[in-house]
Nanobody
Framework: QVQLVESGGGLVQTGGSLTLSCAASGRTVSPLAMGWFRQAPGKDREFVSAISWSTYSKNYADSVKGRFTMSRENAKNTVYLQINTLKPEDTVVYYC?????????????????WGQGTQVTVSS
């Protein structure tokens, strides 16, 4: 069992920046890949990004590439999602996830663990 706890969500104006954090704990945190999904009201959850355990390789959805940056601090079992140039469409719930690999998280297998989510609201 792995517990994922997101933090850092809140209200930000359009064009601003925000960094989300996700702290992982549990028996099998390593060597899991970790990442983020997001869900807009009335829509399905969609993949945002993932980062591997060993090489810190990163993958991003095309919709966020160039504005979103993931990082990982294994000593703290924490990953981060830096969001730049926030847009109104970024007003969604962001979920921290963990899984076997980046491709598993973003692909058919999907994540194995989910956090509770953190709300990001972008004001215009």
């Amino acid at each position: 069992q792995v517990q994922l706890v997101e933090s850092g969500g809140g209200l930000v104006q359009t064009g601003g920046s925000l960094t989300l954090s996700c702290a992982a704990s549990g028996r099998t945190v390593s060597p899991l890949a970790m990442g983020w999904f997001r869900q807009a009201p009335g829509k399905d959850r969609e993949f945002v990004s993932a980062i591997s355990w060993s090489t810190y390789s990163k993958n991003y959805a095309d919709s966020v590439k160039g504005r979103f940056t993931m990082s990982r601090e294994n000593a703290k079992n924490t990953v981060y999602l830096q969001i730049n140039t926030l847009k109104p469409e970024d007003t969604v719930v962001y979920y921290c996830v963990a899984g076997r690999t980046n491709s598993d998280i973003s692909g058919l297998r999907g994540p194995d663990y989910w956090g509770q989510g953190t709300q990001v609201t972008v004001s215009s």
